[in-house]
């Protein structure tokens, strides 16, 4: 049975920075494209940033792009995110997910299987 742990998360300051990871087990990771989306209290979850299987692809919201960066190392089964310039907006649960295949997709629908979230808050 597949399974993503997110870690990492925890209170900032804004302007500060925060890298979380999501470790995967159960299967082989490397074919699929991964992603992390974020969920705000009271608000839809939202697609972050994703990587195709070998790396070479990556995708980004708007409202991260030039802040955020993900990759991933499929030697250890994990993919990060790291975060600077991190502001009060960045406030939300972070879930990473595993894609149906390997190309990079915001779709939420596209992805498979989801971790349970590590917290991320960012305090103004």
């Known amino acids: 049975q597949v399974q993503l742990v997110e870690s990492g998360g925890g209170l900032v300051q804004a302007g500060g920075s925060l890298t979380v990871s999501c470790a995967a087990s159960?299967?082989?990771?490397?074919?699929?494209?991964m992603a992390w989306f974020r969920q705000a209290p009271g608000k839809e979850r939202e697609f972050v940033a994703a990587?195709?299987?070998?790396?070479?692809?990556?995708d980004y919201s708007d409202s991260v792009k030039g802040r955020f960066t993900i990759s991933r190392d499929n030697a250890k089964n994990t993919i990060y995110l790291q975060m600077n310039s991190l502001k009060s907006e960045d406030t939300a649960v972070y879930y990473c997910?595993?894609?149906?295949?390997?190309?990079?997709?915001?779709?939420?629908?596209?992805?498979?299987?989801w971790g349970q979230g590590t917290q991320v808050t960012v305090s103004s």
């Open positions: 159960g299967h082989t990771f490397s074919p699929y494209a």
């Open positions: 990587i195709s299987w070998s790396g070479s692809r990556t």
């Open positions: 997910a595993e894609a149906v295949a390997q190309w990079v997709t915001s779709r939420r629908d596209e992805y498979r299987y």
